[in-house]
């Protein structure tokens, strides 16, 4: 089974329309608004994806409980400020944790056969043991 991709501009905006359950001259506004914008095609026809179809739902909701379209917009700018301040600090605490095991000196941990921990230093290896166990269970 193929996954339609979200982030593929696919459906027309009679498409989208339809299934934001709207009309399409509130999809033209909503783009002139700048609340969600479609990809265009060469000819600037309009191509929405499946996540600016959850999108229009997420304005629909939004306006029923009373927000305006200004309101709106600011509500879905912080939603988006979000998701990217995110996968920013993700990305930090990747970098910190790389520049941490990075350097010199840093502690290292072995744990052994019966769970103790031992520090060794970086770069030394620990001689395995390869005594050879038989596990018979209890009958």
């Not at 306006?63 to 509500?75: A, D, H, Q």
């Not at 400020?81 to 944790?97: I, M, P, Q």
Request: charged share 30%; net charge positive.
């Amino acid at each position: 089974m193929t996954r339609i991709d979200e982030l593929q501009p696919i459906l027309t905006i009679s498409m989208a329309a339809e299934l934001a359950g709207m009309h399409p001259q509130t999809l033209r506004q909503y783009d002139r608004l700048g609340l969600v914008q479609p990809s265009r095609t060469a000819g600037q026809s309009r191509r929405y994806c499946l996540r600016d179809v959850a999108k229009l739902r997420e304005v629909q909701r939004l306006s029923n409980e009373g927000l305006s379209l200004e309101g709106i917009r600011r509500v879905l700018d912080l939603e988006d400020a979000v998701v990217s301040l995110k996968a920013r600090v993700r990305e930090l605490e990747t970098a910190l944790a790389d520049a941490l095991l990075a350097q010199p000196g840093r502690r290292v941990f072995a744990a052994g056969t019966e769970g103790e921990v031992e520090t060794i230093r970086a770069g030394t290896r620990l001689r395995r043991r390869t005594d050879v166990v038989i596990w018979r269970p209890n009958k």
